[in-house]
């Protein structure tokens, strides 16, 4: 995970092109971008992480 001004970027490999899930990441980026300024960064990690997970699920879901 890598943190910069204004939005998270995340970077995560996918198997058994599971798209839907980089779609889900990079929506999040771009909210991430546009509202990060007025939340505190641990309000903002907890969000993603909230996503990760509900990523993660589906994932497991399908496999």
Same mark, same amino acid.
């Given at each position: 995970?890598?943190? !910069?001004t204004?939005?998270? +970027?995340?970077?995560v490999?996918?198997?058994k /092109?599971?798209?839907?899930g980089?779609?889900? %990441?990079?929506?999040l980026e771009?909210?991430?971008? !546009?509202?990060?300024?007025? +939340? ?6 907890q /969000?993603?992480l909230?996503?990760?997970?509900? %990523?993660?699920?589906n994932?497991k879901?399908?496999?």
């Amino acid at each position: 995970m890598e943190i !910069k001004t204004g939005y998270i +970027k995340i970077i995560v490999e996918y198997y058994k /092109n599971d798209y839907w899930g980089i779609r889900k %990441i990079r929506t999040l980026e771009n909210k991430k971008s !546009k509202s990060s300024t007025h +939340k505190t960064a641990s309000s903002v990690l907890q /969000n993603v992480l909230i996503q990760l997970t509900d %990523i993660s699920k589906n994932i497991k879901s399908k496999i």
